[in-house]
């Protein structure tokens, strides 16, 4: 990997490392990274401890000054590290690195307490409860301006599939026709690479790929995506840790598209009603998943902006702790939760609403941590709806189920 003999032993990853923060037994990414490749690289066949602990969140990468690939060392550790692992473990992590398979039959995460204990799954984690939606969309909108893929990630096509209904209907709404892509659940990669399940991380990424080019209509002409996760993974990581050619058209946060693509008529519609003006204009509060930092908040920023929202506030939240399926493991429970509680006391203190470009972390937020937390896309689809039912505006989306 390039960069991983460039460690300036500054110490600034550590600083960053949110588990490094509540957990005094974690190395550290310094550490676990550079440092212990240097011993691989003399012919040392040391596994430290406690390097499954590192949730993957990639912070520590981010904040180096020389582009250490951190993470992406600590993964290739948890490769090694696997071999010494119980049975057990062994067999949850090979289920909990294939959200794919579990976004197929998403009542399925909900295991008894018992089975819970025997895989070493988290008990005082409630796994996510699926959110089922059907939108029914008016096909009358005013003026069609092309045609988009909305990138259906796994998380969402199993637990979230309001947050995918209220995409659809806005965009439709906006004057888009929508293809969802892939059309079968498959996964980016993303959560086995967390696992140190490096090559099987390769081969869903590849499979995904093709996928996507596969059920992708010719015109499409962007690819719109809910969660930052995998957005960062597809956007990032394919083309450098995965060999991947970048894929054929741009790939775009809702968020952005919204801010970019939205017509007049409905940011007006939204500021100017007067029931919803004497409601008072909401404050939100804003969290960017851990791989939606290298991109940072702005686009956020510029749709609370564009929605009229009266204050917006970043969360002082580095992980949310939920880190894809991290907290649901038994080892992992108590420092996901002390990584999450922070969000708590600022959203108790100022009240608002919370914002987050993920489904995985805003679940983890609302459903684990009892912080109430949506996908801005689904925020937003409902402002459009009581603001449209309020004026009769005659092609208004609507949800049912
Ligand atoms: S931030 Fe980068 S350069 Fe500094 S100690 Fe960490 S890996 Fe080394
Ligand atoms: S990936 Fe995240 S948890 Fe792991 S060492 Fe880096 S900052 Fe810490």
Redesign the pocket.
């Known amino acids: 990997m390039n960069g991983t003999d460039a460690c300036l032993k500054c110490t600034i990853?550590v600083s960053?490392?949110?588990?490094?923060r509540k957990d005094t037994e974690?190395p550290?990414?310094k550490a676990?990274?550079p440092e212990w490749e240097r011993r691989r690289a003399a012919g040392d066949l040391i596994v430290m401890d406690h390097v499954e602990?590192?949730?993957?969140?990639?912070?520590?990468?981010l904040?180096c000054p020389v582009g250490v690939p951190?993470?992406h060392l600590?993964a290739e550790q948890k490769d090694r590290a696997r071999l010494r692992q119980p049975a057990a473990i062994r067999l949850r992590d090979a289920i909990l690195t294939h959200p794919e398979w579990v976004a197929r039959a998403p009542r399925l995460s909900t295991t008894p307490r018992f089975v819970s204990r025997m895989m070493r799954l988290s008990t005082t984690s409630r796994r996510p409860q699926p959110r089922f939606s059907t939108a029914v969309v008016s096909p009358s909108a005013r003026e069609i301006h092309g045609r988009v893929g909305l990138f259906v990630d796994c998380f969402d096509r199993g637990f979230d599939q309001e947050t995918l209904s209220a995409s659809t209907a806005l965009l439709t709404a906006w004057g888009f026709a929508v293809s969802m892509v892939p059309k079968s659940s498959l996964c980016c990669g993303a959560a086995a690479y967390a696992s140190g399940r490096v090559d099987q991380a390769k081969r869903q990424a590849e499979a995904m790929r093709a996928a996507i080019i596969r059920d992708l209509p010719n015109e499409v002409t962007a690819l719109i995506t809910l969660n930052a996760t995998c957005d960062g993974t597809m956007d990032q990581e394919w083309a450098k840790y995965f060999g991947l050619e970048p894929l054929p058209i741009p790939m775009m946060p809702f968020h952005e598209f919204a801010v970019s693509h939205a017509p007049k008529f409905f940011w007006d519609g939204l500021r100017s009603n007067e029931e919803l003006k004497r409601e008072g204009r909401p404050r939100v509060w804003t969290h960017t998943t851990?791989r939606g930092q290298r991109r940072g908040d702005g686009g956020l920023f510029a749709l609370a902006r564009r929605a009229g929202v009266s204050e917006v506030i970043p969360l002082d939240l580095e992980?949310c702790g939920a880190?894809g399926s991290y907290a649901f493991k038994t080892e992992h429970e108590t420092t996901a939760h002390r990584m999450g509680s922070a969000a708590k006391d600022q959203i108790n203190h100022l009240m608002g609403e919370l914002w987050v470009d993920s489904g995985t972390c805003a679940v983890h937020l609302d459903q684990i941590l009892g912080i109430p937390a949506r996908h801005p896309a689904y925020w937003l689809y409902q402002r459009w709806h009581q603001a449209s039912a309020l004026k009769g505006i005659p092609d208004k989306p609507s949800i049912e189920g």
């Open positions: 990853c960053a490392c949110p588990v490094y974690f550290g990414p676990l990274g602990d590192c949730t993957f969140c990639q912070l520590c990468e904040a951190i993470a600590i851990c992980c880190a």
